[in-house]
Structure formats: structure tokens, C-alpha cells
């Protein structure tokens, strides 16, 4: 099970000026650490680094004060308090926040392994005196920044740091661009991987188109468009969802000859032309059997884009985290899609959570013809 640090409160400045002494600035911040879905806290505990960094720096950032805080087993906050003196000139910064034994020089997450606590970086803001004594807030915005093909490639998603969790990553998008990713690095070793490698290879002169249901903050999908060359992804979800997607888009890196882009999908609702006329090489779904009130709209999605996408493979990522989602192997049996292939990946190896929550599976199913 991997955790996540996660921006209760957006960090706030506060400015204080003793007699006869510079201006001392205070940067608070409060924060748990806790499942994707908000259902479980770290059970052990942990040594966390704080980083206030410049952009100053750029492209390395520069650390203008570092300071280690303990997280509790028995914890379910962590008030963040680092202080710092007042620069010469407004700094724009960032307060990263990391396991301690994780945080190297570049000051980002691997994707291979999964991390057991994935660092967070809150937005940017303004570090100056200019509203003296009174706190200067942020944006509800946070970033995570995953170093992918040993360094060569960097994928930052920003999260929200409100509670929707359907704009936070969740466990199974990350496991399944580390899946992704490792075709990069390993010839085919299972079944999903054996049939994937040839499509998302390949140099035909077609672009390969992707569909992403469910996109969430789009994880997955820019994963995608980063890692694999001529890819045309296409990211949906609904319209609440849209804020976050967008803004992680325009900060996306494509790969030579890749493309993505997004709309609005109601798995309740008709699908309309753009996506419905597209026939799609990979139809990608994460996370999203967690409701099983949502899986026969969702089912009769996929089902409802069979005609145009007849060739092409759907890749499910899930965590079964109850029993009442096998229901969805049911529904996708019924509506004609079989599977063609499964792995199982472990997300942690934490001694303390049982195995089951622990696993990601990745399904491949293919239309029946």
C-alpha cells in the first residue's frame, strides 16, 4: 500500500519583526499522511524532511532551509512550522515535504520502485514581508514528481489539495505507468506486456490512438504520452474534473510525434461524436471500479465503443478494496469483452498492511468478434 503526504492546509506566510532584529518569516503548513483514498493512516513512524526551496535555483532548486519533523505511528496530523529570514528580494518558493531516507539531491520520487510515501510539493507562492504579520495563502493546488527512464524524463502531476479524491492520484495509476514504464527497460515478461510491447512499439506511420476513462488529474494518460512515441491520448472525465486535467495537460512533455488532449465523459450519458467516430488502438481505465454503483454505466461505455474500436485492447489497473467489484469481470464477460491477460504488481512491501491491499492488478481485455 503506498502512502501519500497530502496538504491539509495550503502553506501560509507569516512575518514577524523584533526590535532591532531583520524580519523572521514563518512558513506553516498542516499535513497527514494517508492512503488514496483518505481511509487509512502511515501505521509506523517516520522521519519527514521539509524543504523550503527557491526558484531561484532553477533547474535544481535551491534549498533556503531544510528541517526534519517526526510523523508518529499514532499520528493523524502533522502541523509544519520552518523558519527562515527575510529574503532581499520576493523569492517564488515551494515547501517540499519528504520521507527522509528518500530524498535525494534531485529531490524526486522514482517511479521504479513505487515509493511507500510519495513526496508532495505544495504550489508557488510569494516569500516576502510585503503583508506584514498577516498570512499570504495559496492556491489549493500540490505537485508530485516522478522520475521516469532512469532520469531522462520527468512526470509532475499537481493534485488537488481539497478533498475530492477524484482529483488526487491514486495507487493504481502510479503501478500502472511504472508497468508501462518498464516496457522501456524489459523485453515482454507476461501476457499484458507481451501483446502491449508490438502496439506501443510499433513504427507503423499511424499514430496509436488511447482513450483514457475516468482520467482523473491524468496521471496515466500523460504518463503515456511521455513514454511511448506517435500516441494520440485522449483524456476524459467529468466536468469537475476538468480544472485539474487542464492544468496538468499544458505542463505535460509529450514524446516525438505524441499529442494529447480532453474532454468531458458521463459514463451515464450518450457518448458524443468526437470520441464516439475515433477508433481506438488502447481504451485505458484506472481506479475506477472502486464504486460498483458506477460499473454498469461504465461497462456499457466500453461496451457502446466496441464499434468503433472492435481491434483494439482495453487496459484495466485496479485495487480491489472490496468484494462487491467482481462484478465488474462479470459485466465486462457479459458484454462481450474477454480477458486476453493479467499481472499482479505489489504497490509496497510494507510488513504491516496484508497482502491484498498491497497488490495492483492489470487486466488486458479485448473485444469478442
Known sequence: MVFYIRFLKPP????????????TLTVKALVTITTDLGDDFFPEDALIEVRLESLLGKPDYQTLKASTINWSRRARVLSIE??????????????????????KTESISPLNPVPRIVHVRSDFFRLDSANDTEDVALTSRSERRFSMLNGHSQLAI????????????????ISLVAFLE???KKP???EVSTLLNPLLFSRRKEPVHVLELGSGCGIVGIGIVQLFPNCKVHLTDLPEAMDILDFNISRAKPAERSKITKSTLDWSEEIHAPIASQQYNLIVVSDCTYSSDSLPDLVNTLRSLKSASEDGYILVGLKERHASEAIFFNLMQDAGM??????SVANDTHPNINAESKRID????????
Open 182 to 184: 518498464d516496457l522501456h
Open 12 to 23: 501560509k506566510v507569516f512575518a514577524q519583526q523584533l526590535k532591532g532584529h531583520s524580519t
Open 362 to 369: 492489470i487486466y488486458l481485455f479485448r473485444y469478442k468478434s
Open 338 to 343: 474477454d480477458i486476453m491477460g493479467h499481472v
Open 188 to 190: 515482454p515478461r507476461d
Open 82 to 103: 520552518i523558519h527562515v529570514k527575510c529574503p532581499d528580494h520576493a523569492h517564488q518558493v515551494q515547501l517540499h515535504l519528504a520521507e527522509s531516507n528518500a530524498v
Open 158 to 173: 499537481w493534485e488537488d489539495t481539497a478533498n475530492s479524491i477524484a482529483r488526487h492520484i491514486w495507487d493504481a495509476g
